[in-house]
């Protein structure tokens, strides 16, 4: 009997091996059943005396399936999640070669979660996001996020690691893979009730989380129950997590950037804003699983599984800032100490009469991401030939900030300040007269009230999909996949009121503040990020932020709404493939082509009518930012994708495989749909861009596997992917109504416009993949992986994500009773994205995480994790032509440390 070893099938065994590394353990297996194809019958069969527990054989069993599987893949098992120092998927995945992840997905700097994933030096809009083989809605709690740097990444904020049965990261495509990563896809599995192994599980874990900057407990819970009859035909699964965690990062920032100055005659750059950064944060994460399976008859399975996620993120940020420009401006004089690279590295200012520092507190209650999918399956083995599958399914995720509660006041004049720059590894020290441990000084005519209001995020999908496989009965092809795919995708953000000062209060009158009660920066703030700054200073509660703007601030939702942060991209996706499975002697793998369509309706503002536009409303009055217009973009494109994996078995143990593919990503929606501003005076502006193409990836990889142990593996690989139409920033000319003109003229006159925008360009990845993993004893093992990245645009401009070195080392112990694993992780430094007009890039950084497990008897288990142990700095540095390289900002996250009591019955 022909063995296909597909993906698909290989997906199924994984499915059942996980189930039987979490649950075998407590009872004899019962047989395992399916009616999915003749293939996976034997493989059922194989799995039934199949026991896996703990590190060593789930690590095992991982490499079996990667070994099975037809393409390049990398997987995790749930033994190796709950055995990891991990809290979200991503945590998990970043030990893997080929992947990186990042805490950040905007410009609001590091957190100390990991919060993205990309593949093989790509940015994570590059990287598909499945789960259980569709996508999944998303959302994003940080208000740039939501508005300004709008990606197709997901956040694995999310995604807790308890919801995880299997990982399996696909480096190479297949056309049975939805479409959408260009750098390869994360497909995230989920348990399913058939798969158990005993008719009634239940779980529980209950702990706590200690963080040490802000330096408090909160409590952690998950819980898992599932159910099955004996006949093993219908099953209920229902599991659910709580987990609230304090988080506290401290930081400094040069918001800004760098300014020229005249110094001797000379011009010189200095930084215009150095801020002393407190971030706190309140995040509780909650959710859960439900799951209906039934098997009517023999050969039909149905399935009913919903998700749901919620990360409530109240936070506040305080940044109190050296104001140098307003200072310089105001009469202040520069004095440079020192000059290196034209940058004033070390200097002071003195007189004048504006402000010398500013200062900003921005609370946001109510601050959240939510994401939830409903899917129903059904799986249908017509024939020992023929299986067909369908999936109807609905997913939505959101990203809110009903409220930014904000003040930004100015410091004294003439107040004297002065910094002193120390490279890119250190903070820059910087100091600023008058008084910083009290409001008193405080100039709110020198400030402002801002701050973005009733922002709700909306990213949701409609799809339904079938697929097919037909086995055959010779010696070379196995068997034929296909199916269709259709799917309507909406993601956008319908209203915003961007509030201000309300002039008919008395707001930049100091006594109409509050005085008496406030708080302070803590006590370690300069020791925990090893640098000298003004201090204590001083902060309003959130509490009396709300009653500052309640009482002073503008929110007309007319006169004050924001149309420059909304937009709408609407998508309507078809997909359709055709995949033949092979294998012959030493030889196995499958080619395949993927046909994609794609239409999309762009919706986004402009102050002026923009000429491409498909249909224009306009122009629209009433919002003290202007008037402005509602462009509509429609158009639409089409796609073959072919892909092929090839597979040799040299020996039993030792593999070669080849693969080329071409693989599609759609642009980000804020470049898609981002807001133009064009100036009819100068006719110049900046925005988004409806017109880019989707980036179509030329992908090639090889690789050499020796599995020279059950837990051991050598191997590597090369890779290649050019990047045709990646997004990247430039000028455009574009045709837009100049009001002026049109006015004198007397009817609509469109001219040229110079337009800063994304803009179509190509690029290109080469690398290299080097993974050992070595058992040691019966008890003992470690695992080393290396990845080369080298990544550029068209010009020799970095690639966003590109990492040129990246590396993990981990090693761990085992036996019955206790487990331990030390895991660090490294990447170089990357090209991270544009902040305002800086373009800046994240420095290297390591981690280290430490995982303890005690087993107390056959139903009671101890572990504790400690993440970012070598509580490492997150560091950032602005790079320019005319300045090199200069410090942008600084983090300390701190440690994080995870206690929890397992209970199994």
Known sequence: MN?????????????????????????????????????????????????VVGIRNSEAESLALKKDAAS??????????????????????????????????????????????????????????????????????FVLSQVQTVGRS????????????????????????????????????????????????????????????????????????????????????????????????????????????????????????????????QRERKGGVIDFQVRPTDNLTLDLSGFYSKLKADNYNRNYMMWASSALASGGVLTANSINNNVVTSGSIAGGTGAYGVYDQISRPGASSESKYLTLDANWG??????????????????????????????????????????????????????????SGILPSAGWIFGGQGIKVKDKEDWAQFDGELSFDNDAFTSLQFGGRYAKHTRENPFEVAQGPNWASDWQNPAAYPTGTYSRYPGGFNGSLGGSFPGPIWFWTPAQLARIDGKFANRDPVARFYFNDIYKVEEKDSAAYLQLNFE???????????????????????????????????????????????????????????????????????????????????????????????????????????????????????????????RGLLSAGVYAMNLKDYVNFGNETRSFKDMPASQTAGHDVFSNYLISVPTNVNGQVRGVELNYIQPIGDNFGVQANYTYADGHATGDKPLQGTSKNTYNVSGYFENKQFNARVSYTYRSAFYAGVSRTDTYFQQGIGNLAVSLGYQLNDHISLSLDAMNLNNPKLKYYTQNATYGKQPYAFYDNGRQYYLNLRFKL
């Open 3 to 51: 063995n296909r070893k597909t993906l698909l099938a290989a997906s199924i065994v994984a499915s059942l091996c996980v189930s039987s590394a979490l649950y075998a353990q407590d009872a004899a297996q019962g047989s395992a059943t399916t009616t999915q194809s003749r293939a996976d019958k034997a493989k059922a069969k194989e799995l039934a005396t199949v026991t």
């Open 72 to 141: 390049h893949v990398e997987v995790v098992t749930a033994e190796d999640i709950g055995k990891l120092p991990a809290k979200n998927v991503a945590d998990t995945l970043q030990r893997l070669p080929g992947v990186n992840i990042s805490s950040s997905s905007a410009s609001e700097g590091g957190f100390d979660e990991s919060d993205r994933v990309s593949l093989r030096g790509t940015a994570p809009s590059l990287t598909q996001t499945l789960v259980n083989g569709h996508t999944v809605g998303t959302g994003d709690w």
């Open 154 to 281: 997901v956040s694995y904020t999310l995604l807790p690691s308890e919801i995880v049965s299997q990982v399996v990261v696909h480096k190479t495509s297949e056309a049975s893979i939805v479409e959408g990563g260009s750098a390869g896809s994360v497909d995230i599995i989920t348990r399913k009730p058939l798969e158990f192994a005993k008719p009634v599980t239940a779980e529980a874990s209950i702990g706590g989380v200690y963080s040490d900057l802000p330096g408090d407990t909160k409590p952690q819970f998950s819980g898992l129950f599932n159910w099955k009859n004996d006949a093993n035909t219908v099953g209920v699964l229902v599991q659910g997590f709580y987990e609230k965690r304090s988080l506290q990062r401290n930081g400094q920032e040069v918001v800004g950037g760098y300014l020229p100055a005249t110094v001797g005659g000379n011009t010189v750059y200095y930084p215009n804003e150095i801020g002393a950064v407190l971030f706190t944060q």
């Open 382 to 439: 017509v024939t020992d030939h023929l299986n067909l599958k369908g999936q109807l399914g609905t997913t939505r995720g959101t990203g809110s900030s009903p409220t930014q509660d904000v003040i930004e006041l100015g410091t004294a004049g003439g107040a004297g300040a002065s910094w002193d720059m120390r490279g890119l590894g250190k903070p820059i020290n910087w100091t600023l007269g008058g008084d910083n441990s009290s409001p």
């Open 584 to 710: 012959s002697g030493i030889a196995s793998g499958n080619i395949g082509v993927r046909y994609v369509k794609t239409k999309e309706d762009i919706g986004y503002s402009s102050t002026a009518s923009d000429a491409a536009a498909s249909s224009v409303t306009g122009p629209i009055t009433g919002s003290a930012f202007g008037d402005y217009y509602w462009n509509t973009y429609r158009h639409s494109y089409d796609k073959f994708l072919p892909s092929a994996n090839l597979k040799f078995a040299v020996r039993d143990d030792l593999l070669l495989r080849f693969a080329a593919s071409q693989t599609m990503t759609r642009p980000d929606y804020s470049a898609l749909a981002g807001s133009v501003s064009a100036a009819d005076l100068t006719h110049t502006g900046s925005g988004g861009n409806p017109q880019l193409k989707p980036l179509i990836a030329s992908n090639f990889d090889a690789a050499v596997e020796w599995y020279f142990a059950p």
